[in-house]
């Protein structure tokens, strides 16, 4: 539907929507079935030569980032970086892209930054408050476990991101058979954001090889599936919030969150999705995981044409909607990860060039540029709160992720970057 010429695209919308920004010619895609998205003239999957370039992009812009003893969160427009302290949600996306830069370098001050982010975070492993644990804790110390060339450190890494499992383990609740997100309208909430954290208990609950293991493996499979039962939707799509009755575990119904309304699918959230279940299957090779992440990627796939990034709510059809960069940096990585296990060989290589060519946008202008202030550009944090798009830690974090997925071994810029940093 998108694959129009420009001429028939102003017919289509009423007007030219189209630009042309850097080297990659963009154009907003017209009003459609589809979610309004921002398209390349011609998508194309992502080559090592532009990885390269934006991993050096990402060395100079988290070199920058270094120095205070504080987590960088996000910033719009022409407003200096907000940074915060442990307990938000975001601090481990930063200590995440520090280990992911050490190891597509080798360089020993990638290295000590790593560590020196990471020690900031390890503090909220015992904290059971929090539903975030695995995005907070969980990712830097799972890196640092298998990265960190210190066999004691790695360790010591292991052992904090087992406490962060336990500490969310403790938010378990039997009769909903989920670990609670948080409180929605003064009910019991769940998120679906969740589907990223709990892969946290499987992954520490499968190295314990203990009874305690077991418990954790067993809450954390069971949160996803009732995530996929209950917040996966028959076409594929997922609601982002939701209420449950604690005693009874009833379904109340959904609650409006980051989304457009309780009815649309919010992109980032779609993203989780697919990025979680399939981090879970993999983990678990358990087929109604597979099928969510199947069910969940066929909509995002049948939503943003190959190579598009989407607003930040896939129902949206106003091509003049921010965009949602992060969520488009997400669906890749999470597509690349369903890609490497999925038994169908067709569907993974559909997934997987798919991927590509998302990252393929997502690595040229409009979305990292050259002088930008962040590493991804164009992301939306909460458009009911805050109607820019921005550059945040988490977009960032996972573009970095899904390039490491993309090239796994592709260190040809470790010398590069090694001096540059
Ligand atoms: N609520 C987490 C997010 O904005 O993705």
């Not at 892969?199 to 090889?209: S, T």
């Amino acid at each position: 539907m998108i694959r129009r010429s420009i001429a028939a695209l102003a017919v289509t919308v009423g007007a030219t929507a189209a630009v042309s920004i850097g080297p990659l010619p963009v154009r907003a895609a017209p009003v459609t079935a589809s979610t309004a998205a921002l398209c390349p003239a011609v998508p194309a999957p992502v080559t090592e030569q532009q990885a390269d370039r934006a991993w050096s992009i990402a060395a100079d812009r988290l070199a920058q980032l270094t120095g205070p003893r504080s987590l960088p969160f996000g910033a719009t427009g022409g407003s200096p970086v907000v940074r915060t302290g442990p307990s938000s949600w975001t601090s481990g996306f930063f200590p995440t892209a520090l280990w992911l830069m050490y190891e597509h370098t080798g360089s020993a001050s990638w290295l000590r930054r790593a560590r020196t982010y990471t020690a900031l975070v390890e503090g909220m492993a015992r904290v059971r408050w929090n539903h975030d644990l695995g995005f907070m804790v969980g990712t830097p110390t799972a890196l640092g476990a298998s990265l960190d060339p210190d066999e004691v450190r790695r360790g010591a890494y292991r052992r904090v991101h087992d406490t962060a499992a336990r500490s969310l383990s403790t938010r378990w609740n039997p009769a909903v058979r989920a670990l609670q997100s948080s409180t929605y309208s003064g009910r019991w909430g769940l998120i679906i954001d969740s589907a990223m954290n709990a892969p946290l208990l499987i992954e520490a609950g499968q190295e314990m090889a203990s009874a305690a293991g077991r418990r954790l493996v067993a809450r954390g499979v069971a949160h996803v599936r009732t995530l996929a039962d209950t917040y996966v939707r028959a076409n594929g799509s997922t609601l982002h919030r939701g209420a449950f009755d604690p005693r009874s575990g009833r379904f109340l119904g959904p609650i409006a969150g980051q989304g457009r309304s309780t009815s649309s699918t919010w992109s980032r959230g779609q993203a989780w999705a697919i990025n979680g279940f399939g981090r879970a299957f993999a983990l678990t090779d358990d087929p109604v995981l597979l099928d969510a992440a199947r069910r969940t990627a066929d909509y995002w796939v049948s939503r943003v044409p190959a190579g598009c990034v989407p607003a930040w709510d896939l129902s949206i059809r106003d091509p003049r909607a921010p965009l949602d960069s992060s969520a488009a940096a997400i669906a890749a990585d999470g597509l690349l990860r369903l890609a490497a296990v999925e038994p169908d060989p067709a569907r993974a290589s559909t997934y997987r060039n798919y991927a590509l060519t998302t990252l393929g946008t997502l690595v040229s202008p409009p979305f990292v540029t050259d002088g930008g202030r962040g590493l991804l550009l164009r992301q939306a944090y909460s458009i009911p709160i805050d109607p820019r798009e921005g550059t945040y830690a988490w977009g960032d974090a996972y573009l970095l992720v899904a390039l490491t997925a993309a090239f796994p071994n592709g260190r040809s810029q470790r010398s590069t970057i090694s001096r540059a940093s």
